[in-house]
């Protein structure tokens, strides 16, 4: 089942693609072993593993890159005793060796940074004697020293020596054979059988005693080796066997001390073999522009910008760019595609099935990191032609054979990707077989994206018994150029278009017609309305929008000249009261002066009587003062509630009516400058609306206007609006130009750094802005936690995701609005 799954989704062309990039056998081994699982610990832990990679791979770090030899074959031929390891394997397993005590080396210096990678080398070690001891024998191109050992040495030398006897010997003979004619002027020594010679013509070949090893092509040339030589090239022959001999006997030597190690040298192989494997698909992530989505331990898929590896890559070839796709199996477990053909409905399919397939093997998909991807038991396909001419079965046969086995093995934890759902048969009973299908699929809990054409399909969301578990998908199609857009739009069933398509490409009008004619206008105005349901549902979104922000710039208007309108009231009384104050002050400070006018006067005999008179008016006067000052506040708070006869607003005159409140009259709000309408009364308390807002109030905070003065108002009202308008936009001006893209809550505690983020996303919705930053650092995640959480449930937030890796990653979370 899983060869058919890679072979339709095109995962094994992803499987060639990584084993290209593997350095050795040992990771073209384990790509070849890399398997679907539905263990969400293994899935997780593999995509851990390369996800730190491809971290090591963007930072640009440079991990060892080199010798990924696969020795483990020739290891376990080592085990037999008296089998030696030869040149060429000792000079891989050296440089093999040294890779892996760098990776190592490397991972254990960056163990908090790749934890998972530090987890494969933990226990590991290279057996530094080994490795000294293999150093010590070969050179840097694999050849071995000559003092590799005190032998090898001394027969080197002796050979040494030999060679240049005989070079000595041999270039007397070939002077003498030149000066005397024999051989050209221009010869030169040559090797024939492995062995030194002197070309001489074949005439005068009896000139020189020795042995003949060859002839030129034409005859006229023989090679001569000089008898004088002859005996010394023997012993030449004989060091190198000496040689051979003694390199065997080392090599043998180096066997027999890394034969009681190879099980840690195996393990050590693994671990370099892994590598090879991770490094691989790390860099095959970046390639096609992978990441971690968040993994999720339950079957769904909830995947924003997915996009299909192997169809981008083909479209960059001809300078074209990939439509992402946007795709949701959560609460709807079932996506019924819909639209034109070529419109892209079988690469959707594709792009679930390879994208899911991809990650339960390990493998980072290319979509947006802050995409839910979740884990199925299975994924069951059935996509393109099923005709088997063995088993004497048609494609619809071969297709019903496919579902068969499907409803057997159904349940919450399949996913199933269907391609022209139906077809194959006739219409009518094609679609019926699938709806049926379809619902015992939905019966069993599973989960599954279908293609079709039928319109019976495309209705089946609306039924009861499914309880919005299926969802119609549509792909969209540009009418005025007639050509489709690849987008997915989830929500509705899409037309096929066939007529339009028929029309653009040429298809004589005649036959259109007649097309038409006999499809009937049931099935014309069923594609009609789904076109114009899709438009009015556009159009209510974007209203909805625009009235959420009106409501919100509203609600924050209001809030300010309230607060404007209680700061100036609570003015107003401290005014007041000082003024109080001050006067008492004064009177205080003149009864002091008539007091000493009074002892002037005693001391001048004045009347007693007309003393004290004067005395009791003071008195009298500040008693009365001090009664003003201790009502002054109540006084002043009692002159707000009496009704006032009229109020000046926008330089209209506001007359108020002290008649009751009845429904439909106009009111003042407490305010002062706004007006609202009074929906009904309920006893002490009055509902009213202005503008999109309704409200229920006390009675005493609103005042019935007059109706003509009212009008005379509204007849005046567009400019001061405009003067309002403008005066909200510069308040909005001014918060935009301090507004904070990024916003810092390190230190804070949970609940705190929750209002903070709370508030920036309202102001950023209120001013307009789509996106903005959240540092809150990495330290043990809880904050990072408690926050992603915040905004995964937030209704105002697209999505979010962590920073570019240069900008810091995953301490800080970038959020972007709808």
């Given at each position: 089942m899983n060869e058919r799954i890679e072979q339709k989704t095109g995962f094994k062309?992803?499987?060639?693609?990584?084993?290209?990039?593997?350095?050795?056998?040992?990771?073209?081994?384990?790509?070849?072993?890399?398997?679907?699982?539905?263990?969400?610990?293994?899935?997780?832990?593999?995509?851990?593993?390369?996800?730190?990679?491809?971290?090591?791979?963007?930072?640009?770090?440079?991990?060892?890159?080199?010798?990924?030899?696969?020795?483990?074959?020739?290891?376990?031929?080592?085990?037999?005793?008296?089998?030696?390891?030869?040149?060429?394997?000792?000079?891989d397993l050296k440089r093999s060796l040294h890779t892996i005590n760098d990776c190592i080396a490397f991972l254990d210096d960056r163990k908090d940074d790749f934890p998972q990678l530090y987890g494969l080398s933990v226990g590991l070690e290279v057996d530094k004697n080994l490795l000294k001891r293999c150093d010590m024998l070969l050179d840097a191109d694999g050849e071995f020293y000559d003092n590799a050992s005190e032998e090898l040495q001394r027969i080197r030398i002796a050979r040494k020596h030999k060679k240049a006897e005989i070079e000595r010997h041999i270039r007397k003979i070939l002077s003498l054979s030149k000066s005397e004619g024999w051989t050209n002027d221009d010869a030169e020594i040559t090797i024939r059988n492995g062995r030194p010679v002197i070309p001489v013509s074949s005439a005068n070949k009896r000139r020189i005693k020795g042995f003949v090893h060859d002839y030129s092509a034409s005859g006229n040339t023989s090679y001569i080796e000089p008898s004088e030589v002859v005996e010394l090239n023997n012993e030449v022959r004989e060091l190198d066997f000496e040689e051979q001999r003694e390199i065997i006997r080392i090599l043998t030597e180096v066997s027999d001390m890394l034969r009681p190690d190879i099980d840690v040298l195996l393990s050590d192989?693994?671990?370099?073999?892994?590598?090879?494997?991770?490094?691989?698909?790390?860099?095959?992530?970046?390639?096609?522009?992978?990441?971690?989505?968040?993994?999720?331990?339950?079957?769904?898929?909830?995947?924003?910008?997915?996009?299909?590896?192997?169809?981008?890559?083909?479209?960059?070839?001809?300078?074209?760019?990939?439509?992402?796709?946007?795709?949701?199996?959560?609460?709807?477990?079932?996506?019924?595609?819909?639209?034109?053909?070529?419109?892209?409905?079988?690469?959707?399919?594709?792009?679930?099935?390879?994208?899911?397939?991809?990650?339960?093997?390990?493998?980072?998909?290319?979509?947006?990191?802050?995409?839910?991807?979740?884990?199925?038991?299975?994924?069951?396909?059935?996509?393109?032609?099923?005709?088997?001419?063995?088993?004497?079965?048609?494609?619809?046969?071969?297709?019903?054979l496919n579902m068969k086995r499907l409803c057997e093995q159904a349940n919450g934890r399949t996913l199933f990707l269907i391609d022209e759902f139906g077809s194959g048969t006739d219409p009518e009973v094609g679609g019926a077989i699938a709806e049926a299908i379809l619902e015992d699929l939905n019966a069993s809990k599973a989960f599954g994206v279908v293609t079709t054409h039928y319109s019976k399909l495309k209705l089946i969301s609306d039924k009861a018994a499914n309880h919005g578990t299926i969802v119609n998908g549509a792909m969209l199609f540009d009418k005025d150029n007639m050509k489709p857009l690849?987008?997915?739009?989830?929500?509705?069933?899409?037309?096929?278009?066939?007529?339009?398509?028929?029309?653009?490409?040429?298809?004589?009008?005649?036959?259109?017609?007649?097309?038409?004619?006999?499809?009937?206008?049931?099935?014309?105005?069923?594609?009609?309305?789904?076109?114009?349901?899709?438009?009015?549902?556009?159009?209510?979104?974007?209203?909805?929008?625009?009235?959420?922000?009106?409501?919100?710039?509203?609600?924050?208007?209001?809030?300010?000249?309230?607060?404007?309108?209680?700061?100036?009231?609570?003015?107003?009384?401290?005014?007041?009261?000082?003024?109080?104050?001050?006067?008492?002050?004064?009177?205080?400070?003149?009864?002091?002066?008539?007091?000493?006018?009074?002892?002037?006067?005693?001391?001048?005999?004045?009347?007693?009587?007309?003393?004290?008179?004067?005395?009791?008016?003071?008195?009298?006067?500040?008693?009365?003062?001090?009664?003003?000052?201790?009502?002054?506040?109540?006084?002043?708070?009692?002159?707000?509630?009496?009704?006032?006869?009229?109020?000046?607003?926008?330089?209209?005159?506001?007359?108020?009516?002290?008649?009751?409140?009845?429904?439909?009259?106009?009111?003042?709000?407490?305010?002062?400058?706004?007006?609202?309408?009074?929906?009904?009364l309920k006893r002490d308390k009055v509902e009213v609306i202005f503008g999109n807002i309704a409200m229920s109030l006390p009675l005493s905070?609103?005042?019935?206007?007059?109706?003509?003065?009212?009008?005379?108002?509204?007849?005046?009202?567009?400019?001061?609006?405009?003067?309002?308008?403008?005066?909200?936009?510069?308040?909005?001006?001014?918060?935009?130009?301090?507004?904070?893209?990024?916003?810092?809550v390190r230190g804070e505690k949970a609940d705190q750094a929750l209002e903070i983020v709370s508030k920036q996303v309202d102001e950023a919705r209120l001013l307009g802005e789509r996106q903005f930053a959240v540092l809150h650092g990495k330290g043990d995640g809880i904050l990072k936690s408690v926050i992603r959480e915040f905004l995964k449930n937030n209704s105002a937030v697209e999505a979010f995701r962590p920073a570019a890796l240069e900008s810091g990653g995953e301490g800080i979370t970038v959020v972007k609005l709808y």
């Amino acid at each position: 089942m899983n060869e058919r799954i890679e072979q339709k989704t095109g995962f094994k062309q992803v499987r060639n693609d990584i084993k290209a990039l593997c350095l050795g056998a040992g990771g073209r081994f384990w790509v070849d072993e890399m398997a679907f699982s539905d263990d969400f610990s293994k899935v997780e832990y593999n995509l851990n593993l390369t996800f730190e990679f491809r971290n090591i791979i963007l930072s640009n770090q440079n991990f060892p890159s080199d010798s990924y030899y696969d020795m483990r074959e020739e290891l376990h031929r080592l085990r037999l005793a008296g089998t030696f390891i030869d040149r060429a394997h000792l000079f891989d397993l050296k440089r093999s060796l040294h890779t892996i005590n760098d990776c190592i080396a490397f991972l254990d210096d960056r163990k908090d940074d790749f934890p998972q990678l530090y987890g494969l080398s933990v226990g590991l070690e290279v057996d530094k004697n080994l490795l000294k001891r293999c150093d010590m024998l070969l050179d840097a191109d694999g050849e071995f020293y000559d003092n590799a050992s005190e032998e090898l040495q001394r027969i080197r030398i002796a050979r040494k020596h030999k060679k240049a006897e005989i070079e000595r010997h041999i270039r007397k003979i070939l002077s003498l054979s030149k000066s005397e004619g024999w051989t050209n002027d221009d010869a030169e020594i040559t090797i024939r059988n492995g062995r030194p010679v002197i070309p001489v013509s074949s005439a005068n070949k009896r000139r020189i005693k020795g042995f003949v090893h060859d002839y030129s092509a034409s005859g006229n040339t023989s090679y001569i080796e000089p008898s004088e030589v002859v005996e010394l090239n023997n012993e030449v022959r004989e060091l190198d066997f000496e040689e051979q001999r003694e390199i065997i006997r080392i090599l043998t030597e180096v066997s027999d001390m890394l034969r009681p190690d190879i099980d840690v040298l195996l393990s050590d192989y693994i671990f370099l073999s892994q590598m090879d494997f991770i490094r691989a698909k790390a860099l095959y992530a970046v390639k096609i522009k992978a990441g971690l989505p968040i993994l999720v331990n339950k079957p769904q898929i909830d995947w924003y910008d997915a996009r299909h590896p192997l169809l981008e890559a083909s479209l960059a070839l001809h300078h074209k760019k990939i439509v992402p796709l946007r795709i949701e199996l959560t609460k709807h477990r079932i996506l019924v595609i819909s639209g034109p053909n070529a419109g892209g409905k079988s690469v959707c399919l594709k792009t679930t099935g390879l994208l899911q397939y991809m990650l339960q093997c390990g493998l980072l998909v290319p979509m947006r990191e802050t995409s839910e991807a979740g884990i199925f038991g299975a994924i069951f396909i059935d996509i393109g032609d099923e005709q088997s001419l063995e088993d004497d079965l048609s494609t619809y046969s071969s297709h019903l054979l496919n579902m068969k086995r499907l409803c057997e093995q159904a349940n919450g934890r399949t996913l199933f990707l269907i391609d022209e759902f139906g077809s194959g048969t006739d219409p009518e009973v094609g679609g019926a077989i699938a709806e049926a299908i379809l619902e015992d699929l939905n019966a069993s809990k599973a989960f599954g994206v279908v293609t079709t054409h039928y319109s019976k399909l495309k209705l089946i969301s609306d039924k009861a018994a499914n309880h919005g578990t299926i969802v119609n998908g549509a792909m969209l199609f540009d009418k005025d150029n007639m050509k489709p857009l690849y987008v997915l739009s989830i929500g509705k069933p899409g037309s096929s278009f066939a007529f339009e398509i028929a029309k653009s490409i040429g298809l004589p009008k005649r036959i259109i017609e007649s097309a038409v004619e006999k499809t009937g206008s049931g099935i014309m105005d069923f594609e009609q309305q789904l076109q114009q349901i899709e438009v009015e549902k556009q159009e209510l979104k974007r209203k909805e929008e625009q009235f959420e922000v009106a409501d919100n710039l509203l609600a924050e208007t209001i809030a300010k000249y309230e607060k404007m309108f209680a700061d100036v009231s609570n003015r107003k009384s401290e005014i007041i009261n000082k003024a109080k104050h001050e006067a008492k002050q004064i009177l205080e400070g003149a009864n002091q002066r008539i007091e000493k006018t009074i002892a002037d006067i005693r001391t001048a005999n004045a009347q007693k009587e007309l003393t004290n008179a004067a005395r009791e008016k003071i008195k009298q006067d500040i008693v009365k003062i001090d009664a003003d000052l201790s009502s002054g506040k109540s006084k002043n708070n009692s002159a707000q509630s009496h009704t006032e006869p009229q109020k000046q607003i926008h330089n209209v005159t506001i007359r108020f009516d002290s008649s009751p409140i009845v429904e439909g009259d106009n009111v003042l709000l407490s305010d002062g400058v706004t007006f609202a309408q009074v929906l009904r009364l309920k006893r002490d308390k009055v509902e009213v609306i202005f503008g999109n807002i309704a409200m229920s109030l006390p009675l005493s905070d609103v005042k019935k206007v007059d109706k003509k003065s009212y009008q005379r108002y509204k007849s005046k009202k567009t400019t001061s609006e405009k003067r309002s308008f403008n005066s909200i936009m510069d308040d909005i001006n001014k918060k935009r130009a301090v507004f904070k893209y990024q916003i810092d809550v390190r230190g804070e505690k949970a609940d705190q750094a929750l209002e903070i983020v709370s508030k920036q996303v309202d102001e950023a919705r209120l001013l307009g802005e789509r996106q903005f930053a959240v540092l809150h650092g990495k330290g043990d995640g809880i904050l990072k936690s408690v926050i992603r959480e915040f905004l995964k449930n937030n209704s105002a937030v697209e999505a979010f995701r962590p920073a570019a890796l240069e900008s810091g990653g995953e301490g800080i979370t970038v959020v972007k609005l709808y």
